[in-house]
């Protein structure tokens, strides 16, 4: 069993910067890989960046250049920074990873982005 808990989320303006993190907690974990997705109102869950077990790093175009993943293994935390927002980036994003076969997902954060 696996257990991820988002937070960082908020109300930003256009331009402005937030950090979500993810923490990851249980037996099944142990340094997999994890990634972060997130779906706006009316629409599906999309892709927006992954961070590999050798820390290598895939982002959607949306976001490259502008958000950052990155991992810290002593705290079982995986990080978004998100810098330049836009409003189109406003959605719940999600944490999730897979072990054991099984994929999870956190209870996800909002993040609104005011124009």
């Known amino acids: 069993q696996v257990q991820l808990v988002e937070s960082g989320g908020g109300l930003v303006q256009a331009g402005g910067s937030l950090r979500l993190s993810c923490a990851a907690s249980?037996?099944?974990?142990?340094?997999?890989?994890m990634g972060w997705y997130r779906q706006a109102p009316g629409k599906q869950r999309e892709f927006v960046a992954r961070?590999?077990?050798?820390?290598?790093?895939n982002y959607a175009d949306s976001v490259k250049g502008r958000f950052t993943i990155a991992r810290d293994n002593a705290k079982n935390t995986v990080y978004l920074q998100m810098n330049s927002l836009k409003p189109e980036d406003t959605a719940v994003y999600y944490c999730?990873?897979?072990?054991?076969?099984?994929?999870?997902w956190g209870q996800g954060t909002q993040v609104t982005v005011s124009s």
């Open positions: 961070i590999t077990t050798a820390d290598s790093t």
């Open positions: 249980g037996s099944g974990f142990n340094g997999n890989g």
């Open positions: 999730q990873t897979v072990a054991g076969g099984r994929m999870y």
